[in-house]
Nanobody, 127 residues
Framework: QVQLVESGGGLVQTGGSLRLSCSAS????????MGWFRQVPGKEREFTAA???????????DYADSVKGRFTISRDDAKNTMYLQMNSLKPEDTAVYYC?????????????????WGQGTQVTVSS
């Protein structure tokens, strides 16, 4: 079992930045595919970013087109933590952001690939 806890959400103005953290416990996540999704009321959970292990100390990141060039996903396996650095935020980035863990080898771009989810953290971008 893996427990995930997000933090770092909040209210920010358009153009601002936030860094979300996802702290994992229960076991190490160093080989897991990890991802961020976001959801607004009335819509399905939307893929945002994912990072998967490919070799020792080598990871590959994928991003939704809507966040490419603005968001950066990273991980610190020594801390069993994943991050999402969000820059140049826009009002349309407003959502609840969830972190998730999937089994080793999954690409992680669809929600059904993930086995564990955090409770979510609210990000609100004001115009």
């Amino acid at each position: 079992q893996v427990q995930l806890v997000e933090s770092g959400g909040g209210l920010v103005q358009t153009g601002g930045s936030l860094r979300l953290s996802c702290s994992a416990s229960g076991r190490t996540i160093s080989r897991n595919t990890m991802g961020w999704f976001r959801q607004v009321p009335g819509k399905e959970r939307e893929f945002t970013a994912a990072v998967r292990w490919v070799a020792v100390r080598q990871y590959v990141a994928d991003y939704a087109d809507s966040v490419k060039g603005r968001f950066t996903i990273s991980r610190d396996d020594a801390k069993n933590t994943m991050y999402l650095q969000m820059n140049s935020l826009k009002p349309e980035d407003t959502a609840v952001y969830y972190c998730a863990a999937a089994a080793f080898g999954r690409n992680g771009v669809t929600a059904d690939e993930y086995d564990y989810w955090g409770q979510g953290t609210q990000v609100t971008v004001s115009s």
